[in-house]
């Protein structure tokens, strides 16, 4: 299945939450105050939040009235236009090799299955792959990556549960290094309850990076679950107090109608979004294409 095909399914609820509601909005022709009402109450509804809602049906009213409006149609293409030009003001994520990538986010996202998944991507991409059992304080983490590993054929290092973190990354690197591997994937916890020894964790994890691995390309990512909607916001806020993000991986996009989360995302914190969970499959992880993303929205 191609990606354009891909994306275009995995939005199909937030399409039809979107796209049937304004269709029908359009149908009464007249673009009064009503009808920017209504679709600021649409956009809301699909999660993009009440003031970008409120901004981006601003900019069309303004449009309007310089007379670049008409029609239903010309109010559909240039919503998206406004749309692609905010997700263009943001630079996207460009990895370059040898790279570290931390993987961040609570409990529950699909963390450990978007870096098996990742591990996947990689490959495909003909790139050497580790990955990192480095979330040493849940039970069954370790044990989840490994299983991961061994679907895709990947390497892992691990240590037993309770471990130092950092020791585990040590060991990654060592071996990263030593085998010349393209892509070292870092899984971390995600016990925001005790915020404290959490930032301490991934601070000696960075010392570990900066320290034994200054010349690879590093990268941390956020994990967040597109089916929470503006909850995901609440995440990157938790998480932006101790660690600096450089990207999102959004997962479960097929599972939920407000997919215009993203939106929020890369407007509200300037950060691109660098993969999709498109599906429950292995290979169902896609670099974001913006374009395609809003050109399935409507």
Known sequence: MGLFKKIGN??????????????????????DDDFYDELTDILISCDIGARLSMDIVENLRLRARKGKLRNAEDVKNELKTLLKEDFAAVE??????????????????????????????FKREKKDVTLVAADTFRAAASNQLNEWANRTKTRIIKHA??????AVVYDGISSAKAKGTDVLLVDTAGRLHTKTN???????????????????????FIVLDATTGQNALNQINSFNEFVDIDGIILTKLDGTAK????????????????????????????????????????
């Not at 995995?10 to 673009?31: F, M, P, Q």
């Open 92 to 121: 996207p994520i460009n990895i370059e090799y040898p790279a570290i990538i931390t993987i961040v986010g609570v409990n529950g996202v699909g963390k450990t299955t978007t870096i098996g998944k990742l591990s996947s991507y």
């Open 198 to 220: 959490l930032m301490e964790e991934l601070k000696k994890i960075d010392k570990v990076i900066n320290r034994e691995y200054p010349n690879a390309n590093r990268y941390t």
């Open 10 to 31: 995995a939005l199909k609820k937030t399409r039809e939450a979107i796209a049937r509601k304004i269709d029908s909005l359009l149908s009464h022709g007249e673009l």
């Open 161 to 166: 549960e309770g471990a130092d973190a950092a």
């Open 259 to 298: 997919g215009g989360v993203i939106i929020a995302i890369q407007k509200d914190y300037e950060l691109p979004v660098a993969f999709v969970g498109v599906g429950e499959g292995v290979d169902d992880l896609e670099e974001f294409d913006y374009d395609e993303f809003v050109d399935n929205l409507f």
